[in-house]
């Protein structure tokens, strides 16, 4: 047998080039495919109905599992000494340690705290599947806009509302030691009927929305606690936003946010109930949260002066 040349064994036949031709361009064509899929799931954005989101996209959610011990910095000179407000909380030598606590304030965020809101028409239904088979609790709400349609009419928005896992029983648990109040910074004919659906036992004492919120030179829509109460001693908020607290930074837990892709999260019963729990037997709350999170130096490090806050 004769051995092949070298022209042999480099030159294609045209039928070879167009089998070569059908196979790149249904390549091509898969691939076109495929990149559509990852945008459609890899993105369905989150409801904004308060500015808040992007003013907290480049924050780290810290870590709010267990009591921690340990930190793994120190606190520079311009910590705040919390030791000197123990007067005002009743830490003085005059107290009577058998008297009872005034009960704990818990002010809760709404949107990425206690739910997640999508619009309807953007949500994949891949994600509400899921959360449905997870057993996520979700309804559906139609609420009015404060923008205008053709008509000049109120645009009604389509909105699908996932619950954080536990909710029901969070509230309930928590009612039992704390008087809630419900303080979003998104629109009342947003967040009211969203509330009165998902609030059904009115575990809430006050529900306060955006116009009860503040700007400030740094952050706009910022929740002031002494709006709620004069002594911060025994009131505490739970936010996704620490942004939100940044006037009292030593009254803040910063949750982890809540998204209907994470249908086992269990942050509300597991985490965030015993901290409350363990901050209701406390005569003030803050030495407890500054030891866990240290909020005073994060806001600093964001640029957020001492002087702005309120102790």
């Known amino acids: 047998m004769g051995e092949l040349t070298q022209g ?14 059908a196979l790149l361009s249904w390549l091509a064509f898969f691939y076109r495919i495929f990149s559509q899929i990852i945008r459609v799931f890899g993105h369905y954005p989150l409801l904004s109905f308060s500015s808040n989101s992007s003013s907290s996209a480049s924050f780290k959610p810290l870590p709010s599992v267990e009591l921690q011990e340990e930190r793994d910095f120190s606190a520079p000179s311009s910590a705040v000494d919390i030791a000197a407000h123990d007067d005002f909380c009743g830490g003085g030598v005059n107290v009577n340690d058998d008297q009872p606590l005034q009960k704990l304030t818990v002010v809760l ?20 599947t899921q959360a449905t088979e997870a057993g ?29 896992p536990g909710l029901k029983e969070f509230l309930k648990q928590l009612s039992e030691f704390a008087d809630l109040v419900l303080f979003t910074a998104g629109l009342e004919g947003y967040a009211r009927p969203l509330v009165d659906i998902m609030d059904t036992d009115n575990w809430f004492n006050l529900r306060l929305y955006r116009p009860s919120t503040i ?4 952050r706009e829509h910022v929740k002031d606690l002494s709006c709620i109460s004069k002594d911060l001693c025994r009131i505490v908020i739970v936010d996704n936003n620490p942004f939100s607290f940044l006037l009292q930074p030593l009254n803040g837990i910063p949750c982890i946010p809540f998204s209907a892709d994470q249908p086992h999260d269990t942050q ?6 015993p901290l409350l729990k363990h901050l209701s037997e406390q005569k003030d709350v803050r ?12 806001f600093q490090k964001q640029g957020i002066p001492t002087t702005c806050w309120t102790l």
């Open 287 to 298: 030495p407890v949260l500054y030891e866990k999170f240290h909020m005073p130096e994060w």
């Open 215 to 218: 700007s400030t030179e740094y």
């Open 268 to 273: 509300l019963l597991d985490v965030i109930l």
């Open 8 to 21: 042999e064994v480099y030159s294609p036949t045209p039928r070879t080039q167009q089998v070569w031709r």
């Open 109 to 128: 965020d709404l949107d990425e705290t206690l739910v997640c809101a999508y619009e309807t028409s953007r949500l994949p239904t891949a994600i509400r």
């Open 136 to 164: 996520l609790n979700w309804f559906e709400l139609d609420c009015v806009s404060s923008d205008k349609d053709g008509e000049g009419k109120p645009k009604v928005n389509y909105v699908t509302v996932f619950e954080r």
